[in-house]
């Protein structure tokens, strides 16, 4: 089944405790990125991947960091979170402009930091 | 950057009736796409229209990008309409930068 994973689903966390949540896709796509929601707010981009080794930043890229070093991969780091980093993430991919493709999200992860 | 409204913020229906539900943006962009957010958080892509009309069942959608405004309309509703409706769009010259609005939170109830 075509699809795009996020690990874990939920993550409590403390401040200042490094952690990554994992982004898979399985359908070969070029395009990922990384948006976070909150009330009120939609969703905001943090970052996004053309392709492999190929990361820029969106709206929202502070205190988050991605790497790309395999195509189906595109993990998002929080090198030391902060309350304010509290939120529901999302990972979405396609397949790129050229393609005309729809973005496809994953379930997305609940993360709160204490 | 990119502005992206969407209204109206909520909106009740009851089930059976159409609703239109519209997305404004401030600047050119390379495409448009519309998301329904089900009650359980998952985010469905309905579609992908960066101009013209397009159809799927009950929704249809119509970008006028000239006049940098997208709609979306959901006729005959059913409570499983009910979610958040999101705009989505993309600017530069790539697949690159996405705005999205804050979404149209639509309730259906039989």
């Known amino acids: 089944e075509a699809q795009v994973t996020q690990n874990p689903r939920y993550l409590i966390t403390v401040t200042g405790k490094k952690l990554t949540v994992t982004c898979s896709q399985n359908m070969n796509h070029e395009y990922m990125s990384w948006y976070r929601q909150d009330p009120g707010l939609g969703l905001r981009q943090i970052y996004y991947s053309m392709n492999v080794e190929v990361t820029d930043k969106g709206d929202v890229p502070e205190g988050y960091k991605v790497s790309r070093k395999e195509k189906r991969n595109f993990p998002l780091i929080l090198e030391s979170p902060s309350p304010n980093q509290t939120s529901l993430y999302f990972c979405a991919s396609s397949l790129g402009r050229v393609y005309n493709s729809p973005l496809h999200f994953g379930n997305g992860t609940r993360l709160t930091v204490t | 950057g990119i502005q992206v409204e969407q209204s109206p913020p909520d909106l009740i229906l009851q089930e059976g009736a159409n609703s239109t539900l519209r997305c404004n943006f401030s600047d050119s962009v390379n495409n448009l796409q519309w998301f329904h957010q089900n009650p359980w958080g998952q985010l469905i892509n309905l579609f992908y229209?960066?101009?013209g009309t397009k159809q799927n069942g009950r929704l249809s959608a119509t970008t006028v990008a000239t006049e940098r405004y997208s709609l979306l309309y959901i006729s005959s509703s059913q409570t499983t309409d009910s979610g958040v409706y999101f705009c989505?769009?993309?600017?530069?010259?790539?697949?690159?930068?996405?705005?999205f609005g804050i979404g149209t939170k639509l309730q259906v109830i039989p």
């Open positions: 229209i960066p101009s």
């Open positions: 989505a769009v993309e600017r530069g010259g790539g697949y690159q930068k996405v705005t």
